[in-house]
């Protein structure tokens, strides 16, 4: 049943830290819902203590520590603590993590305390570090150019060329520019039936643009293994030597699929990481061997149902999906 009391909030984040320390490949996601949910139900202190367990972790296990960052600010700056939530932002910034999620959190944490200038600058920063001029826009960005455009609207700045892109890529019968006409605000008061009808007219519109964002299905997910993960799960189970050739022949095929389902119009496409500790205890879940390849795709689903897909393509100038540590326009991207 859906949350609605701060004690139902409480007893789903309880329920996913327990959850977090069944599966500790998944703890990140995990972690950050159960954080989400204590912020709702107004235990923002205890939501603090799990974005810094999770900063404070190694590293090589926490892999968007910017976005938690970048929670951990919004949450911050909720309960009275507006300098430290200050001194985050201004890091993220620094830091330039070629990722939207932290962006977009950040400056939706400044424009909702009213810093509109620097939301502003905020989401054209991320903009300018993300977009690649031509390149076709990632779904993530698109949230920075509709929150960019919000902003500009409410600061009463005439529209740009990234305005007019946010317009052309929303989908919504309501236009991005009435969604986001500060006078709507004056409607909600009115007692006139006509303009109240109308505004009711425009928020059902917002809420049906929400809902197909929150009821996205889970991404059509391409297994990757990592290099040294890969050649543990041939040393382990040679029958799946069928499935992976070697390591440059599975990065490859990878991109290449990914690439053809992109183009028959196949949605939400991701990435997924696979590891064999993971794997093997997937099999064990469904009383099957690790060396069966038709076993794969339902781990790949699995892992994506748990939180774990990457969103494909990233764009051009962030960090290739492979790990190379180059761009994925100089890596996979390329050609």
Known sequence: ?????????????????????????????????????????????????????????????VENPHLVKALKAANLWEYGHEAEARAIIEGIRAAGPLDAAPWQVAAETLEAHDELESAHDFFSTALTLLLAPGEEVPYATQSL??????????????????????????????PLDELHDPKRLWSLGSSDPVELKAEITRLRAELGTYRTALSRPFPVAVLHWPENELRELLTAYPDLADEYVDRATHLSRLEESLRDLHATGT????????????????????????ADGHLLPQYATTLAARGRATPWPPSRTAACWCGSGEAYGGCHGGG
């Open 267 to 290: 949605p939400n496409l991701g990435i997924v990481t696979g590891t064999v500790p993971s794997y093997e205890a997937f099999a064990a879940s469904e009383a099957a061997s690790p």
């Open 1 to 61: 049943m859906r949350p609605d009391t701060p004690a139902d909030h409480t007893t789903e984040a309880e329920r996913l830290l327990r959850t977090a320390a069944q599966y500790p490949e998944d703890q990140e996601p995990l972690v950050l819902q159960a954080a989400a949910h204590l912020e709702l139900a107004g235990d923002r202190a205890r939501a603090s203590t799990l974005y810094d367990d999770l900063l404070a972790a190694p590293e090589s296990t």
């Open 145 to 174: 150019l509709t929150g960019r455009h919000r902003v500009r609207r409410l600061m009463g700045l005439d529209h740009d060329t990234w305005d007019e892109l946010a317009g052309a890529l929303h989908t919504a019968p309501v």
